[in-house]
């Protein structure tokens, strides 16, 4: 496992667009909030590009990644957002570059893409967690806690969720493991590819938005038959938003539905987390050793060992 230094105050934060294109005028808004928080900014190139729907063409977002984990000013690399477009730029990273200049990787969705293949391909532990998009709408404190406690504390932490968005308990039990996961689309993306997760023995998140009821049926039955849940610790649904019903109802909630798939598992699940498109969002490090604990009214996860050196 390669751990990246931890972020000071004051520290720059390389700002790029690796999947779909960005309104400037969204983009100088939320810069303004980091810089508020205390933090240099350095924008990349890709917030400024636009290939049709795209944040310039896969080559340009690549090296825009490149250049940021090169750049000895830049402390972290904070994606703007997410979208479409990351599976056409993922191959052509230089991981052995990524892999010798180790700095915090943040961001979510689409990115989920970049998350899983630099860990897998470098050891080095991402984080699934805000990006500039994140703060569209508002500020939430509960959001630049977690990032806080994960990026520059130095130490475990736990994550407890909001006291008006509660997480829920579906199946109880403990359990500890690496922590993986992502977006769900993005994770079957994955599959069959060189990059694809290997889920042996971890504790396994998984978060997706707008998507139809029968077709996150279809999906979590897929993983099932992947493989995927087989060997797993764990198992964290994130906020599912934006889900969808037909005409003639599915007549399934999400949680009915993940219990149906997995609910034969020997392990705690839980729905409902702040991590994903919502508003809370939890910073997740990947590949981190973790604890979760859903044998109380209120579920808790223990990231046990700091993300960051």
Same mark, same amino acid.
């Given at each position: 496992?390669?751990?990246p230094?931890?972020i000071?105050?004051?520290a720059?934060?390389?700002?790029?667009?690796p999947?779909?294109w960005?309104k400037e005028e969204?983009?100088?808004?939320?810069v303004e909030?980091?810089r508020?928080?205390?933090?240099?900014v350095?924008?990349?190139?890709?917030?400024?590009?636009?290939?049709n729907?795209?944040a310039g063409?896969p080559?340009?977002?690549?090296?825009?990644?490149?250049?940021?984990f090169?750049d000895?000013e =830049?402390d972290a690399?904070i994606c703007?957002?997410?979208?479409?477009g990351?599976?056409?730029v993922?191959? *052509?990273? @230089?991981? +052995?570059l990524?892999?010798?200049?180790?700095?915090?990787?943040?961001?979510?969705?689409?990115?989920?893409?970049f998350l899983?293949s630099i860990?897998?391909n470098t050891?080095?532990?991402t984080?699934?967690?805000p990006?500039?998009v994140?703060?569209?709408d508002?500020?939430?404190?509960?959001n630049?806690d977690?990032f806080n406690r994960a990026?520059?504390a130095g130490e475990?932490f736990n994550?407890?969720?909001?006291?008006d968005?509660?997480?829920?308990?579906?199946k109880?039990?403990?359990a500890?493991g690496p922590?993986?996961?992502?977006?769900?689309?993005l994770? =079957?993306?994955r599959?069959s590819?060189?990059?694809?997760?290997?889920t042996d023995?971890?504790?396994?998140? *998984?978060e @997706?938005? +707008?998507?139809s009821?029968?077709?996150?049926?279809?999906?979590m039955?897929?993983?099932?038959?992947t493989?995927?849940?087989?060997?797993?610790k764990?198992?964290i649904?994130g906020?599912?938003c934006?889900m969808?019903?037909t005409e003639?109802?599915f007549?399934?909630?999400t949680?009915?539905?993940?219990?149906d798939?997995?609910?034969d598992l020997?392990?705690p699940?839980?729905s409902?987390f702040?991590c994903g498109?919502?508003?809370?969002?939890?910073?997740?490090p990947?590949?981190?050793?973790?604890?979760?604990d859903a044998s109380a009214?209120?579920p808790?996860?223990e990231i046990?060992e700091?993300?960051?050196?």
């Amino acid at each position: 496992m390669l751990k990246p230094p931890r972020i000071k105050p004051g520290a720059t934060l390389g700002i790029i667009n690796p999947s779909y294109w960005l309104k400037e005028e969204f983009l100088n808004k939320t810069v303004e909030i980091w810089r508020q928080r205390g933090f240099k900014v350095k924008l990349g190139k890709s917030p400024y590009l636009r290939d049709n729907l795209y944040a310039g063409t896969p080559a340009e977002r690549a090296a825009d990644i490149h250049a940021m984990f090169s750049d000895p000013e =830049v402390d972290a690399v904070i994606c703007a957002r997410g979208g479409y477009g990351a599976n056409r730029v993922a191959p *052509l990273l @230089d991981y +052995d570059l990524i892999r010798q200049n180790p700095k915090i990787f943040m961001g979510y969705s689409d990115i989920t893409t970049f998350l899983t293949s630099i860990t897998v391909n470098t050891d080095l532990v991402t984080f699934h967690g805000p990006m500039l998009v994140t703060h569209k709408d508002e500020e939430l404190e509960y959001n630049f806690d977690y990032f806080n406690r994960a990026v520059s504390a130095g130490e475990p932490f736990n994550i407890a969720p909001p006291a008006d968005f509660p997480s829920r308990i579906i199946k109880p039990g403990t359990a500890e493991g690496p922590l993986w996961g992502g977006n769900i689309s993005l994770l =079957v993306n994955r599959l069959s590819t060189s990059n694809q997760l290997n889920t042996d023995g971890v504790i396994l998140f *998984l978060e @997706d938005i +707008d998507e139809s009821l029968y077709s996150f049926d279809r999906t979590m039955y897929h993983l099932r038959e992947t493989g995927m849940f087989d060997n797993i610790k764990g198992l964290i649904m994130g906020e599912m938003c934006e889900m969808k019903d037909t005409e003639i109802s599915f007549g399934k909630t999400t949680d009915e539905i993940v219990m149906d798939v997995c609910g034969d598992l020997d392990i705690p699940i839980i729905s409902n987390f702040a991590c994903g498109h919502g508003r809370y969002q939890a910073t997740m490090p990947i590949s981190i050793p973790a604890r979760l604990d859903a044998s109380a009214s209120e579920p808790r996860l223990e990231i046990l060992e700091s993300p960051v050196e």
